[in-house]
């Protein structure tokens, strides 16, 4: 009974980030979070993660 208990919880967690993968409100959210990013001053200090964070932005807009 515990390894389906695991399995269960295992199951619970993977069902709710793919649900988030399809929620406008978190997507939108997370967006709006790294647009925030991308208004700091020191944003192109690392432009690997700069580029990083306008691709992430690129693709939540387009599961939106």
């Known amino acids: 009974i515990e390894d389906y208990k695991i399995q269960i919880e295992t199951l619970k967690e993977d069902v709710l980030e ?3 993968v399809f929620d406008v409100p978190v997507i ?3 967006i709006s979070a790294k647009e925030k990013l991308t208004a700091e001053s020191n944003f192109w200090d690392d ?3 700069a580029e990083k964070v306008l691709s992430d932005i690129k693709m939540l807009k387009g599961r939106i």
């Open 28 to 30: 939108e959210s997370k």
């Open 47 to 49: 432009p690997s993660k």
């Open 18 to 20: 793919v649900w988030g």
